[in-house]
């Protein structure tokens, strides 16, 4: 089921089964502790978790990856961590329907500022109401970014909610300064390829 990336860091996927694309989740070790990172639940999912350290978190990226983040968070007692990215309105109503409907009110809110667990950082994307997580020499962002052939690509979109026309940033202007700012060398994403290394390079 997981496939080793490194030696702390293991992922694990399926087809999302409306729009054919493949959909990733890791899980992040340090001291004998794990960190599940926007998990999808299969079957075995529990049990592998634990043969492989401590259940200790659930940190998720972004307010669409609900995956199984709250049932195994649950089933395993898991603190459930879910982004605080001041949106707008409508966004902001959308994502609390979205938390009282999959049983997320357990979840801790969780900003730039906040004690993650394993050492992990967080930084807001702007204008993607996503959170990019640093994990040692990684980058781990839902969307926002993911490698194909070992190339870096971008989402398509992503512009800014309060701003218009050319001042609108695309995904790449928003996320390269983090990927600057915390000198990644990988990159982990909750789609198509993780870059392993040499991510640097590329920017």
């Known amino acids: 089921m997981f496939e080793p990336i490194t030696k702390s860091i293991f992922r694990w996927g399926t087809v999302d089964g409306e729009s054919g694309y493949m959909m990733y989740s890791h899980l992040l070790l ?3 502790k794990a960190v ?5 639940a299969m079957p075995g999912l529990n049990n592998m978790i634990k043969v492989l350290g ?3 978190a659930i940190i998720m990226t972004n307010y669409v990856h609900l995956r199984g983040c709250s049932p195994i968070s ?3 007692n898991m603190q459930l961590f879910i982004p ?3 949106v707008v309105k409508e966004d902001e109503n959308i994502t609390n329907m979205f938390i009282d409907l999959y049983g997320m009110k357990h979840g801790q809110f969780y900003t730039e500022t906040t004690d993650l667990p394993l050492g ?4 807001s ?3 993607r109401h996503e959170m990019a997580l640093k994990f040692g020499d990684f980058l781990i962002v839902g969307d926002s970014a993911y490698g194909i052939d070992g190339k870096l690509r971008f989402y398509p979109s992503g512009f800014n909610s309060d701003e218009t026309g050319s001042k609108a940033r695309t995904t790449s202007e928003a996320l390269l300064p983090i990927l600057r700012k915390t000198a990644a060398k990988g990159l982990l994403s909750g789609h198509m390829e993780d870059i392993p290394s040499g ?3 590329q920017l």
């Not at 599940?36 to 999808?40: C, E, G, N, R, V």
């Not at 992990?120 to 930084?123: C, E, P, T, V």
């Open 30 to 32: 340090k001291d004998d």
């Open 36 to 40: 599940l990172i926007d998990p999808l």
């Open 54 to 56: 401590e259940p200790l």
């Open 74 to 76: 649950k089933q395993l």
């Open 84 to 86: 605080d990215i001041k």
């Open 120 to 123: 992990i950082r967080a930084f």
């Open 125 to 127: 994307i702007p204008g």
């Open 199 to 201: 991510l640097q390079e």
